[in-house]
Protein backbone atom coordinates (compact mmCIF):
# COMPACT_ATOMS: atom_id res chain seq x y z
CA UNK A 1 0.00 0.00 0.00
CA UNK A 2 1.53 3.04 -0.99
CA UNK A 3 2.08 5.84 1.91
CA UNK A 4 0.42 8.73 -0.06
CA UNK A 5 -2.01 8.99 -3.17
CA UNK A 6 0.16 10.78 -5.35
CA UNK A 7 -2.86 13.24 -6.75
CA UNK A 8 -3.18 14.40 -3.13
CA UNK A 9 0.08 14.62 -2.46
CA UNK A 10 1.24 16.66 -5.25
CA UNK A 11 -1.62 19.01 -4.41
CA UNK A 12 -0.68 22.38 -2.96
CA UNK A 13 -3.23 22.28 0.64
CA UNK A 14 -4.65 25.69 -0.31
CA UNK A 15 -7.00 23.88 -2.96
CA UNK A 16 -7.16 20.75 -0.62
CA UNK A 17 -11.18 20.04 -0.33
CA UNK A 18 -11.58 17.14 1.70
CA UNK A 19 -9.38 17.29 5.09
CA UNK A 20 -9.55 12.97 6.42
CA UNK A 21 -9.20 13.75 10.54
CA UNK A 22 -7.47 10.10 11.59
CA UNK A 23 -7.20 9.06 15.08
CA UNK A 24 -3.61 9.45 16.06
CA UNK A 25 -4.42 6.51 18.60
CA UNK A 26 -5.05 4.81 15.79
CA UNK A 27 -1.54 4.11 13.69
CA UNK A 28 -3.12 1.26 12.15
CA UNK A 29 -4.83 3.98 10.44
CA UNK A 30 -2.62 5.95 9.30
CA UNK A 31 -1.89 4.16 5.73
CA UNK A 32 -5.53 3.83 4.70
CA UNK A 33 -5.81 7.21 5.50
CA UNK A 34 -2.93 8.38 3.25
CA UNK A 35 -3.57 6.08 0.62
CA UNK A 36 -7.16 7.49 0.28
CA UNK A 37 -8.57 9.97 -2.27
CA UNK A 38 -8.80 12.89 0.75
CA UNK A 39 -6.85 16.10 -0.51
CA UNK A 40 -4.61 16.52 2.97
CA UNK A 41 -4.43 14.07 5.75
CA UNK A 42 -4.40 15.30 9.67
CA UNK A 43 -3.40 13.12 12.73
CA UNK A 44 -5.42 13.64 15.14
CA UNK A 45 -3.83 14.26 18.96
CA UNK A 46 -7.16 16.16 20.20
CA UNK A 47 -10.59 15.62 20.31
CA UNK A 48 -10.02 11.93 19.28
CA UNK A 49 -7.66 10.96 21.60
CA UNK A 50 -8.25 10.23 25.56
CA UNK A 51 -6.08 11.85 27.90
CA UNK A 52 -4.60 9.05 29.14
CA UNK A 53 -3.70 8.11 25.51
CA UNK A 54 -2.18 11.62 24.32
CA UNK A 55 1.29 10.72 25.41
CA UNK A 56 1.46 6.97 23.50
CA UNK A 57 -0.62 8.66 19.93
CA UNK A 58 2.00 11.78 20.31
CA UNK A 59 4.84 9.01 20.01
CA UNK A 60 3.19 7.22 16.95
CA UNK A 61 2.50 10.25 15.19
CA UNK A 62 6.40 11.16 15.34
CA UNK A 63 7.35 7.46 14.46
CA UNK A 64 5.07 7.75 11.06
CA UNK A 65 6.05 11.39 10.25
CA UNK A 66 9.85 10.12 10.47
CA UNK A 67 9.05 6.89 9.21
CA UNK A 68 8.28 8.35 5.61
CA UNK A 69 4.77 9.49 5.84
CA UNK A 70 3.83 12.99 5.22
CA UNK A 71 0.53 14.27 6.89
CA UNK A 72 -1.16 17.58 8.96
CA UNK A 73 -1.43 16.94 12.54
CA UNK A 74 -4.01 18.66 14.71
CA UNK A 75 -2.35 19.62 17.70
CA UNK A 76 -4.44 20.48 21.13
CA UNK A 77 -5.25 24.13 22.21
CA UNK A 78 -2.84 26.77 23.91
CA UNK A 79 -4.12 26.46 27.06
CA UNK A 80 -3.79 23.18 27.55
CA UNK A 81 -1.12 21.22 29.13
CA UNK A 82 -0.43 19.02 25.85
CA UNK A 83 0.38 21.95 23.02
CA UNK A 84 3.46 22.31 24.46
CA UNK A 85 4.19 18.91 24.45
CA UNK A 86 3.06 18.31 20.78
CA UNK A 87 5.05 21.17 19.33
CA UNK A 88 8.14 19.76 21.67
CA UNK A 89 7.30 16.72 19.69
CA UNK A 90 6.66 17.63 16.13
CA UNK A 91 9.14 20.64 15.64
CA UNK A 92 11.46 18.42 14.50
CA UNK A 93 9.55 15.34 12.25
CA UNK A 94 10.42 15.30 9.00
CA UNK A 95 7.32 14.44 7.63
CA UNK A 96 5.15 17.37 9.15
CA UNK A 97 3.10 19.51 6.11
CA UNK A 98 1.52 21.64 9.28
CA UNK A 99 -0.26 21.79 12.08
CA UNK A 100 -4.00 23.07 12.86
CA UNK A 101 -4.73 24.72 15.81
CA UNK A 102 -7.30 23.53 17.87
CA UNK A 103 -9.91 26.16 19.83
CA UNK A 104 -8.07 29.02 18.43
CA UNK A 105 -9.30 32.23 19.66
CA UNK A 106 -6.74 35.16 19.24
CA UNK A 107 -4.35 35.66 16.72
CA UNK A 108 -1.11 35.48 19.44
CA UNK A 109 -2.10 31.97 19.51
CA UNK A 110 -1.36 31.18 16.11
CA UNK A 111 1.53 33.29 16.34
CA UNK A 112 3.26 31.34 19.44
CA UNK A 113 2.60 27.98 17.86
CA UNK A 114 4.30 29.03 14.71
CA UNK A 115 7.37 30.01 16.44
CA UNK A 116 7.65 26.95 17.92
CA UNK A 117 7.69 24.79 14.70
CA UNK A 118 9.92 24.75 12.59
CA UNK A 119 10.20 28.13 10.19
CA UNK A 120 7.81 28.07 7.43
CA UNK A 121 5.51 25.54 8.85
CA UNK A 122 1.71 26.60 7.98
CA UNK A 123 -1.00 26.89 10.79
CA UNK A 124 -4.44 26.41 10.15
CA UNK A 125 -6.58 27.93 13.05
CA UNK A 126 -9.74 25.62 13.90
CA UNK A 127 -12.51 28.30 14.89
CA UNK A 128 -14.87 26.55 17.69
CA UNK A 129 -15.80 29.09 19.77
CA UNK A 130 -17.83 32.32 19.74
CA UNK A 131 -14.60 33.95 20.94
CA UNK A 132 -12.94 32.50 17.84
CA UNK A 133 -15.82 33.79 15.71
CA UNK A 134 -15.90 37.09 16.93
CA UNK A 135 -11.79 37.11 16.57
CA UNK A 136 -11.81 35.35 13.43
CA UNK A 137 -10.38 38.81 11.02
CA UNK A 138 -7.78 39.48 13.36
CA UNK A 139 -6.78 35.94 13.51
CA UNK A 140 -6.77 35.56 9.83
CA UNK A 141 -4.44 38.62 9.59
CA UNK A 142 -1.75 36.63 12.37
CA UNK A 143 1.71 36.07 10.77
CA UNK A 144 1.58 32.12 10.85
CA UNK A 145 -1.96 31.88 10.00
CA UNK A 146 -2.25 29.54 6.51
CA UNK A 147 -6.29 28.78 6.15
CA UNK A 148 -9.49 29.29 8.94
CA UNK A 149 -11.31 26.14 9.69
CA UNK A 150 -14.99 25.38 11.30
CA UNK A 151 -15.03 23.25 14.31
CA UNK A 152 -19.16 23.00 13.97
CA UNK A 153 -19.95 20.42 16.99
CA UNK A 154 -18.19 22.61 19.68
CA UNK A 155 -19.15 25.89 18.11
CA UNK A 156 -22.33 24.52 18.41
CA UNK A 157 -21.60 23.25 22.23
CA UNK A 158 -20.76 26.64 22.63
CA UNK A 159 -23.28 28.81 21.23
CA UNK A 160 -26.48 26.69 21.52
CA UNK A 161 -27.03 27.16 18.26
CA UNK A 162 -28.62 24.41 15.80
CA UNK A 163 -26.64 22.93 12.53
CA UNK A 164 -29.55 24.12 10.73
CA UNK A 165 -28.01 26.05 7.39
CA UNK A 166 -29.50 29.14 8.18
CA UNK A 167 -28.64 29.06 11.77
CA UNK A 168 -24.86 29.03 10.83
CA UNK A 169 -24.66 30.36 8.19
CA UNK A 170 -23.77 33.90 9.79
CA UNK A 171 -20.77 32.28 11.51
CA UNK A 172 -19.78 30.57 7.79
CA UNK A 173 -19.96 34.29 6.32
CA UNK A 174 -17.62 35.48 9.00
CA UNK A 175 -15.14 33.09 8.35
CA UNK A 176 -15.38 33.21 4.87
CA UNK A 177 -15.01 37.13 4.74
CA UNK A 178 -12.69 37.19 7.44
CA UNK A 179 -10.68 34.47 5.10
CA UNK A 180 -10.57 37.25 2.31
CA UNK A 181 -9.83 39.80 4.76
CA UNK A 182 -6.49 38.34 5.57
CA UNK A 183 -5.82 36.84 2.01
CA UNK A 184 -5.40 33.61 2.77
CA UNK A 185 -6.98 30.56 0.99
CA UNK A 186 -10.96 29.42 1.27
CA UNK A 187 -12.11 28.83 4.80
CA UNK A 188 -12.48 25.28 5.54
CA UNK A 189 -15.90 23.84 6.80
CA UNK A 190 -16.71 21.08 9.81
CA UNK A 191 -17.14 17.69 9.01
CA UNK A 192 -20.71 15.81 8.44
CA UNK A 193 -22.18 13.46 10.81
CA UNK A 194 -19.85 10.47 10.73
CA UNK A 195 -22.98 7.90 9.36
CA UNK A 196 -23.78 10.09 6.34
CA UNK A 197 -24.31 8.52 3.66
CA UNK A 198 -23.55 9.97 -0.06
CA UNK A 199 -26.34 12.28 -0.80
CA UNK A 200 -26.42 13.78 2.56
CA UNK A 201 -22.60 14.41 2.55
CA UNK A 202 -22.95 16.23 -1.13
CA UNK A 203 -25.87 17.95 -0.36
CA UNK A 204 -24.23 19.43 3.01
CA UNK A 205 -21.13 20.09 1.43
CA UNK A 206 -23.33 21.84 -1.44
CA UNK A 207 -24.25 24.36 0.95
CA UNK A 208 -20.37 24.53 2.24
CA UNK A 209 -19.82 25.67 -1.66
CA UNK A 210 -22.49 27.77 -1.19
CA UNK A 211 -21.48 29.93 1.47
CA UNK A 212 -18.02 29.95 0.20
CA UNK A 213 -15.71 27.89 1.94
CA UNK A 214 -13.58 25.62 -0.39
CA UNK A 215 -12.92 22.79 1.86
CA UNK A 216 -14.60 19.77 4.95
CA UNK A 217 -13.37 18.77 7.19
CA UNK A 218 -13.81 14.83 7.10
CA UNK A 219 -14.12 11.59 10.32
CA UNK A 220 -14.86 9.12 7.71
CA UNK A 221 -12.77 7.70 5.23
CA UNK A 222 -15.85 6.82 2.64
CA UNK A 223 -17.08 10.43 2.84
CA UNK A 224 -13.63 11.69 1.25
CA UNK A 225 -15.37 10.89 -2.54
CA UNK A 226 -18.28 12.47 -2.24
CA UNK A 227 -16.71 16.11 -0.23
CA UNK A 228 -14.71 16.16 -3.10
CA UNK A 229 -17.16 15.85 -6.00
CA UNK A 230 -19.13 18.37 -4.32
CA UNK A 231 -16.36 21.16 -4.23
CA UNK A 232 -15.32 20.78 -7.07
CA UNK A 233 -16.05 22.26 -10.70
CA UNK A 234 -19.35 20.64 -12.27
CA UNK A 235 -19.31 18.70 -15.34
CA UNK A 236 -21.47 21.95 -16.48
CA UNK A 237 -19.15 24.31 -15.41
CA UNK A 238 -16.02 22.45 -16.48
CA UNK A 239 -18.19 22.04 -20.35
CA UNK A 240 -18.59 25.97 -20.17
CA UNK A 241 -14.97 26.75 -19.59
CA UNK A 242 -13.69 24.52 -21.97
CA UNK A 243 -15.98 26.72 -24.83
CA UNK A 244 -15.24 29.75 -23.54
CA UNK A 245 -11.87 29.07 -23.88
CA UNK A 246 -12.04 27.53 -26.78
CA UNK A 247 -14.15 30.65 -28.51
CA UNK A 248 -11.47 33.34 -26.97
CA UNK A 249 -8.59 31.29 -28.58
CA UNK A 250 -9.91 30.74 -32.02
CA UNK A 251 -10.49 35.17 -31.45
CA UNK A 252 -14.18 34.82 -31.25
CA UNK A 253 -14.98 37.19 -28.49
CA UNK A 254 -17.78 39.22 -27.13
CA UNK A 255 -17.06 42.93 -26.80
CA UNK A 256 -19.87 43.91 -23.58
CA UNK A 257 -18.70 44.74 -19.99
CA UNK A 258 -19.35 41.14 -19.12
CA UNK A 259 -16.69 39.23 -21.39
CA UNK A 260 -13.74 39.86 -19.28
CA UNK A 261 -15.27 38.69 -16.11
CA UNK A 262 -16.40 35.60 -17.67
CA UNK A 263 -13.38 34.62 -19.26
CA UNK A 264 -11.47 35.25 -15.83
CA UNK A 265 -13.75 32.60 -14.09
CA UNK A 266 -13.51 29.99 -17.19
CA UNK A 267 -9.56 30.04 -16.61
CA UNK A 268 -10.02 29.73 -13.06
CA UNK A 269 -12.66 26.96 -13.39
CA UNK A 270 -9.94 25.07 -16.02
CA UNK A 271 -7.34 25.81 -13.37
CA UNK A 272 -9.05 24.06 -10.37
CA UNK A 273 -10.18 21.61 -12.86
CA UNK A 274 -6.76 20.90 -13.62
CA UNK A 275 -5.56 20.59 -10.17
CA UNK A 276 -8.13 18.45 -9.27
CA UNK A 277 -7.79 15.59 -12.47
CA UNK A 278 -10.49 17.09 -14.00
CA UNK A 279 -9.96 18.92 -16.85
CA UNK A 280 -9.11 16.08 -19.29
CA UNK A 281 -11.49 13.33 -17.95
Not at 123 to 128: F, K, N, P, R
Request: charged letters at 25%.
Amino acid sequence: MPLRNRRAAALPAKLSRSWLLVNAARPEDFAPGLASEADSVLFDLEAAVPNEKKDAARQSVVEALNGGMDAWVRINGINTADWQKDLEALSGATGLRGVMLALAEEPEQVTLTAMRLRAGTPVIALIETALGLENATAVARAPGTFRLAFGTNDFRKDTGISDDPMAMAYARSRLVIASRVGKLPGAIDGPPAVADGEEAVVATSKTTALMGMTGRLCLNRDQVDSINRALSPSEDEVSWAHEMLQAHESGASVGDGSYLPRLARAQKIADLADSYGLWNA
